[in-house]
């Protein structure tokens, strides 16, 4: 990989993802999504951030979480096995 693209990589983040693949929970996101201990219970009193995500997600479409303008990441299908 060239230093350009290297560095274009790491400056967006992408480091993170492939780290997060490769990890036990990566890879239980895909075979074992139950053994994934860190969780959020939705129900249907959650607030409107929550359901435009659940919205944005059943449209196979990705969602930015932003705190202070900063991204802290991106969230898309990809990211799950699937959407109910």
């Known amino acids: 990989m060239s230093t350009e693209r290297k560095d274009n990589f790491l ?3 992408a480091n993170l993802r492939f780290y997060a693949l490769c ?3 990566g ?3 895909y075979i074992a999504p139950e053994k994934i201990k860190e ?5 249907s009193d959650d607030d ?3 359901s435009r995500l659940i919205n944005v997600l059943e449209k196979n ?3 930015r979480l932003v705190k202070e ?11 799950s096995l699937s959407i109910p």
């Open 23 to 25: 990890s036990v929970d």
């Open 61 to 63: 479409e990705f969602i």
């Open 48 to 50: 409107e951030d929550i």
């Open 27 to 29: 890879l239980n996101s």
């Open 39 to 43: 969780q959020i219970e939705i129900s």
């Open 11 to 13: 400056s967006h983040s």
């Open 69 to 79: 303008g900063q991204t802290l990441f991106t969230i898309g299908t990809d990211n």
